[in-house]
């Protein structure tokens, strides 16, 4: 399950809803949201990030290359600012995302599950490379306080929660060895080309939470542009799974504009 489709639907469902919404209508609702300290804003961007253990565990000894992938987002939010000549306020909102990367790497004695050549699962611990690609879309709720610095700047944090809809933690390992059970077990070779793949997709949760830090610049009346920090404070795996043995974490940078009524 992909997050385009989604991003399809809200965007046609938006284009049919806008023409029955009369420019009347739209003005004298702005103004009476404006009137109780109440500001909208239509938001997309792109994420750019990745999903790694902290701190880098003994098992992983290099990181051989990194390959971010689109990764887009589109929400809106729905600002209340308070009394002191509006500075402070409180951020609630809703965005549909996706999360995504390629990496590689080179590891030791790296707790590992993969498929065999008749398909068959083997575990132990496996010295070599070892290819990884993430890629997660969901619905996110943040929830911030913000602080207008001036007429144009403000920064914002607090927290965010994430129910994911689509899930993928895949990969294969190549040019190197698995220690069957344990690192003394029977040695099974990959070389010259051969490779064996994992898939931990079904093992990772759809409950994610952290926090969100971020600063705006309104560029112009109704366009802002805007970076959002998310790092995840939750294993993106499942409690009751083991073949990883370290924790990992959703962290990534998000940029965009938004569009404020």
């Known amino acids: 399950m992909k997050i385009y489709p989604y ?3 809200l965007l046609i469902a938006a284009g049919v809803a806008l023409p029955t919404y009369s420019q009347v209508d739209r003005n004298e609702t702005l103004i009476r949201s ?3 300290g109440l500001e909208y ?6 994420s750019i990030g990745g999903t790694a253990p902290l701190p880098l565990p003994a098992e992983i000894r290099s990181i051989d290359s990194y390959k971010p992938t689109l990764a887009i987002s589109i929400g809106g939010e729905v600002t209340k600012w308070f009394a002191l000549q509006n500075k402070f306020g409180i951020i609630a909102g809703l965005r549909l995302e996706n999360k995504s990367m390629i990496t590689q790497a080179t590891v030791k004695n790296y707790s590992m599950e993969i498929l065999g050549q008749g398909g068959e699962r083997i575990s132990g611990a496996w010295t070599g490379g070892v290819k990884t690609k993430v890629n997660t879309s969901g619905l996110t709720i943040p929830l911030m306080a913000t602080y207008k610095i001036n007429n144009r700047w403000n920064i914002k944090g607090g927290t965010y929660f994430s129910y994911l809809l689509s899930r993928e933690f895949s990969g294969h390992v190549y040019e190197g060895y698995l220690r069957e059970g344990n690192p003394t077990g029977d040695k099974v070779e990959f070389n010259n080309g051969k490779i064996a793949t994992y898939d931990f997709s079904n093992d990772l949760r759809h409950f994610q939470w952290g926090l969100q830090f971020g600063a705006g610049w309104r560029a112009f009346k109704h366009l802002n542009i805007y ?3 998310t790092w995840g404070l939750n294993n993106i ?3 009751d799974f083991h073949t990883i043995t370290f924790a990992m974490y ?5 940029i965009g504009f938004g569009y404020a009524f």
């Open 237 to 239: 795996f499942k409690s």
């Open 41 to 46: 804003e239509i938001k997309a961007g792109f």
């Open 34 to 36: 404006a009137l109780h």
């Open 7 to 9: 991003i399809v639907s």
């Open 250 to 254: 959703p962290i990534y940078l998000n």
């Open 227 to 229: 970076a959002d920090l």
